[in-house]
């Protein structure tokens, strides 16, 4: 990774992730996209601009998340951003003053990242809005991301049990909500309690909605 000497020490921590850390998580977050199935599908990732542009995004989203206080967590492995996860909490409203303030800088970079390929993003975002049905509140899961040079070692798992133990703390929570658009992730989920709630067919991908229900809620 970037920056970091990463020795590939199996002991993960997780962490609430610092400004300090904020350069690594991007990163992290853009290696661990750039192959996913629905981010190949609707983004031209083989080209090195976009890859850029996704850093942009990124970078947005996570300032976002860290000013507004949800939950961004890191899967620290020997001092590096193994991985990120990003969890919205639905009582922790995101400014649209701020969004847009940020935002506005970089547009023209992010209506460059979906410009090729426009047709394909909308029917992602649309396969992509959860059901209308879910017991509130809940969480969601927006982002889970692992460096392909420590996917298999258990960061993403340690970072799915972390936020599992937060809802379990809080009986007002209902469970926790994700989609993927990765039918080895839908097991990988699926082996930590999730059930499949349905599955949006795409013909090219599939988007896999997904469903924790917390033990203690009620």
Sequence with gaps: MDGVKCTGSPRIEVV???????????ETLVQAFKTEETTVYHLDTENPSTLKRMAVLDGLFVRLYLEAGRTVL??????????????????????????????????HQLVLLYARRPLRFLRVMWAAKSPKDLTKPHFTFEVLGIHPDHQGRGAGKELMREVQAMVEDDPTISGIYLNTGSERNQSFYESLDYDTLRIVDLKAVKIYHMFWRNPAFG
Excluded: W, Y
């Design 16 to 26: 609430a992730l610092t400004p300090e850390l904020k350069e690594q998580a991007v």
């Design 74 to 107: 890191a899967a620290m492995i020997d001092g590096c951003v193994a991985g990120v996860g990003m969890v919205r909490d639905p009582r922790i409203h995101l400014s649209k003053i701020r969004v847009a303030t940020l935002s506005l800088p970089n547009f």
